[in-house]
């Protein structure tokens, strides 16, 4: 009997959906992915492009409940919320807070460390070696503080990175002089991690998987998903706003957006978004080999081939407020401190949505109680990185291969305890002091 091959349905043109999409195809299925907007035009468009399969360090860290109080008056700071949204995030927020908790953290970053570090085996596989080479720099990070002395926050990423086995090698104040010429005295110490890297363009690269996939014979679509549907005797119908497409499977990874078509089936996950913005400067006069972090102010500055980009900044505001551009304005003031000749005109400031889960670990595998949907999302901080890497994973298990990944601790199942404790007291008399 002729075997009947399945076909895939994804939702979500971004990396992770274009990855996933990609990977399939390679096994054989016939995929069509389905997004309004064209390849890479969603969080995947505008980030500041950092590569790291030597990153392992959550973004929630102890000492984070002490931060709350800031967090709502300062809508300039490198982490703000919305008062306004603040209810709506609240459960979100809890979770976040229990996952800075020292026992959770490092399992955390165990479950980023084996999610991370084949990020590039994965690139190239997707991509190819010219293609790879063209995209992509592996040449390593380097993270700056503006003190001499190790802050406390910089003491345990060191301990998270010596657990991990991860390379990192001390800069002093006239090493990162040397490394980039016109950097501020303020600046007084850093560090190169090796292992890590960059895309020259994350817009090109994103744009680069849509290429491969419709050579190959792929379809995308320029659909929105409206609902999907279980088909009676198995698989699923998706309701777009034009039309209505059927498959055995369906791969749900659109993104921040993802909740919208989960919650109606009452697939409930907490993601939230944590709104991000960049600014990019086309001719910014100073030349940067290796991108850097500046962990103290907590945004990135990333060499790109069509400029200068600055980038950073969470903002919890949920999908619909519109973007505080004053936000970007700030990165451009974090920039000058940094390269105080750096011409910043002509600028554009962009804004976009971090698909973020509490614990900084995307959503892998079967929706419970759903077979045949399948959930690849919530890659907050790290989508360029842990995109390519989740997406192998899912393909394989999507066509009955053995992941390569212990998916436990991205298993959806993972939020079905509510969070408890003195977070959740702490947090909630903020909230009624928000309202
Ligand atoms: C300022 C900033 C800096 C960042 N820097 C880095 C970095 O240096 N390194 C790193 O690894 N990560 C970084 N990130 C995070 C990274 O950009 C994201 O994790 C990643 O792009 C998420 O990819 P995605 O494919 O899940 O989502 P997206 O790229 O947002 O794609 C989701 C897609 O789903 C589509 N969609 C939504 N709803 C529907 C629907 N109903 N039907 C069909 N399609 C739909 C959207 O149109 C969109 O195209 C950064 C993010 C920001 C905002």
Not at 11 to 27: C, K
Not at 279 to 296: D, F, H
Not at 423 to 431: E, N, P, S
Request: charged letters at 20%; proline letters at 9%; aromatic letters at 6%.
């Amino acid at each position: 009997m002729k075997e009947r091959v399945a076909s895939t349905l994804v939702l979500g043109a971004g990396v992770v959906g274009l990855s996933t999409a990609l990977y399939l195809q390679r096994a054989g299925r016939p995929v069509t992915v389905i997004d309004p907007l064209p390849p890479g035009g969603g969080a995947s468009f505008g980030n500041a492009g950092l590569i790291s399969a030597d990153t392992s360090i959550p973004i929630a860290l102890p000492g984070m409940l002490r931060k709350v109080p800031g967090w709502l008056t300062d809508r300039l700071g490198p982490l703000s919320v919305d008062p306004l949204y603040f209810p709506k995030a609240l459960p979100w927020l809890l979770r976040w807070i229990e996952a800075s908790r020292m026992p959770r953290v490092l399992k955390i970053s165990d479950a980023m460390r084996a999610l991370h570090r084949t990020t590039f085996d994965c690139w190239k596989e997707l991509l190819g070696q010219a293609r790879f080479y063209d995209l992509i720099r592996p040449n390593g990070q380097v993270h700056v503080w503006e003190s001499e002395a190790e802050t406390p926050g910089a003491a345990l990423e060191r301990s998270l990175r010596e657990r991990q086995g991860i390379r990192a090698e001390p800069l002093t104040a006239d090493d990162l002089r040397q490394m980039f010429p016109g950097i501020s005295r303020r600046i007084g110490r850093g560090m190169l991690i090796p292992g890590n890297g960059f895309t020259v363009n994350p817009h090109r690269l994103v744009g680069a998987l849509g290429e491969l996939l419709v050579n190959a014979g792929g379809e995308i679509v320029a659909e929105r998903a409206m609902k999907i549907i279980r088909t009676e005797g198995g698989g699923y119908t998706v309701m777009t706003n034009i039309g209505w497409r059927s498959a055995s499977e369906v791969v749900v990874s659109t993104g921040a957006w993802s909740r919208q078509l989960l919650d109606p089936l009452g697939v409930r996950l907490p993601l939230e978004t944590e709104r991000g913005y960049h600014a990019t400067l086309p001719a910014p006069g100073i030349e940067l080999k290796l991108p850097i972090s500046n962990k103290t102010r907590s945004f990135g500055v990333t060499p790109m081939e069509h400029g200068l980009r600055i980038a950073g900044t969470v903002e919890i505001a949920g999908l619909h407020a519109p973007p505080d551009e004053r936000r970007a304005k700030v990165l451009l003031e974090h920039v000058r401190g940094m390269f105080p000749d750096v011409d910043v005109r002509d600028h554009r400031f962009w804004m976009g949505f971090r698909p973020s889960t509490p614990d900084s670990l995307p959503i892998l595998g079967q929706a419970p109680g759903w077979p045949g949907l399948y959930l690849v999302f919530g890659h907050g901080h790290f989508g360029m990185t842990g995109g390519p890497p989740s997406a192998r994973a899912v393909a394989r298990l999507i066509t009955g291969d053995t992941p390569g990944l212990d998916l436990a601790p991205y298993a959806p199942t993972r939020f079905a305890r509510a969070p408890k404790g003195r977070a959740v007291d702490a947090t909630r008399d903020l909230a009624r002091a928000a309202r």
